[in-house]
């Protein structure tokens, strides 16, 4: 009966958290497909794809497949050509690798946490390429920084609950870590056809000067995405019924079964006794 539900969520969750997010501006290239033929999308969207359906299924033999299959069958739907096979392999191979982190994450969700922080980082930024002379534009860019932390945090105490919470720490570590590497792989890309030291440079030099700008300006955006995330897990935890008591390893016996062996006669038949008859 899990599976009626799970993979059809699944499927649903592979493309929403994809490739649903790159419908924010409308898709690159004036395109009208499913799935965008940019190295980018496919890497990252079938990524975070798989991570969330891997989570969902919980089993590596059956979320393998099933991206495998949904993703080649997006890929023919978006009349994509099969002659494309290094995109096409792309999304494959980024959709398992996804799926991997997310059924580990069926045990421990933390491994999910950290799978997603780099995609959830890159979905956060997209929306201020396109809107740099916004006056409002600090209080969004605050508000995906937050959401996105406190959505990772959230999912860092699905499975353990506040067991997991000492892995927040990490968690936010590596969450602000993945905005400095997008921005270092937007260096790289921009400075393409520069000689190979000029493309180190501006990646190494956009890597690093992001860390600075990112925690002045939107501390207060971090430390309420964390603020956010305690209420969400106690909602969480205080939704699910309480754990089912430990099972006794006498549960499938009787009673007589805790006997010691000392005490077995007392269970037994006490045989019929034949009194001798009395000497005269």
């Known amino acids: 009966m899990r599976y009626l539900w799970s993979i059809p969520a699944a499927v649903i969750a592979w493309f929403v958290a994809g490739f649903a997010p790159t419908y924010l501006r409308g898709l690159p290239e004036a395109s009208s497909t499913l799935v965008s033929p940019r190295v980018d999308l496919l890497v990252l969207g079938g990524f975070a794809g798989g991570v969330l359906a891997g989570l969902i299924v919980g089993r590596l033999r059956i979320a393998a497949p099933l991206v495998l299959v949904v993703a080649f069958g997006v890929w023919l739907l978006s009349g994509n050509p099969l002659s494309a096979r290094g995109l096409l392999a792309t999304v494959l191979v980024a959709s398992v690798v996804g799926?991997?982190?997310?059924?580990?994450?069926?045990?421990?969700?933390?491994?999910?946490?950290?799978?997603?922080?780099v995609p959830v980082a890159w979905y956060a930024l997209r929306p201020a390429a396109d809107l740099m002379d916004w006056r409002w534009l600090w209080q969004l860019n605050g508000l995906l920084v937050a959401i996105g932390l406190a959505l990772v945090l959230y999912v860092a105490c699905w499975r353990r609950?506040?067991?997991?919470?000492?892995?927040?720490?990490?968690?936010?570590?590596?969450?602000?870590?993945?905005?400095?590497?997008?921005?270092?792989?937007?260096?790289?890309?921009?400075?393409?056809g520069h000689s190979t030291d000029e493309v180190a440079n501006a990646g190494t030099d956009a890597f690093f000067s992001a860390f600075e700008p990112l925690l002045r300006e939107y501390w207060p955006w971090l430390a309420l995405a964390v603020l956010l995330a305690i209420p969400m897990v106690a909602l969480k935890l205080r939704a699910l019924p309480p754990p089912p008591p430990p099972r006794s390893p006498y549960d499938d016996r009787t009673n007589d079964a805790v006997l010691s062996d000392d005490l077995d006669w007392v269970d037994r038949e006490e045989p019929p006794r034949r009194l001798l008859p009395a000497r005269r």
């Open 161 to 192: 609950g506040w067991s997991s919470a000492y892995y927040w720490l990490p968690l936010t570590a590596v969450y602000i870590t993945a905005f400095a590497l997008v921005d270092g792989v937007q260096a790289v890309t921009g400075a393409s």
């Open 99 to 117: 799926a991997i982190f997310g059924a580990l994450g069926s045990r421990s969700s933390v491994v999910a946490a950290f799978a997603l922080a």
